[in-house]
Nanobody, 130 residues
């Protein structure tokens, strides 16, 4: 059974940092690209960042470039999202998702698209206070 479990969310003041983790199981991790997404109630889920299956390709939405860093540890089947200089507008539920594809998130500067991803976690709340 494919599982993705997010952790690391919480309440932080503006300017602070959080590191989200996406622990996965039930599939061959290094065959899958992983994306991070976020959603605010009443709004469309948006792509934040992704990392390719190889780990060499990454992309970010413009509003988080220079503040967020995605990485993966293939020995732990886990993807991380380091979030620095957090802003109130980063407040959302953050989800990780997986797709079995080597070309996804390679040689692109576009943020991930939710419809490309097959497997999803349950989400973790990130709240940034002003």
């Amino acid at each position: 059974e494919v599982q993705l479990v997010e952790s690391g969310g919480g309440l932080v003041q503006a300017g602070g940092s959080l590191r989200l983790s996406c622990a996965t199981s039930g599939f061959t991790f290094d065959d899958y690209a992983i994306g991070w997404f976020r959603q605010v109630p009443g709004k469309v889920r948006e792509g934040v960042s992704c990392i390719s299956a190889s780990g060499y390709g990454t992309s970010y939405r413009d509003s988080v470039k220079g503040r967020f860093t995605i990485s993966r540890d293939n020995t732990k089947n886990t993807v991380y999202l380091q979030m620095n200089s957090l802003k109130p507008e980063d407040t959302a539920v953050y989800y990780c998702a997986a797709v079995r594809s080597r070309p996804v998130c390679v040689l692109t500067s576009d943020p991930p698209v939710p419809g490309q991803y097959n497997y999803w976690g349950q989400g973790t709340q990130v709240t940034v206070s002003s």
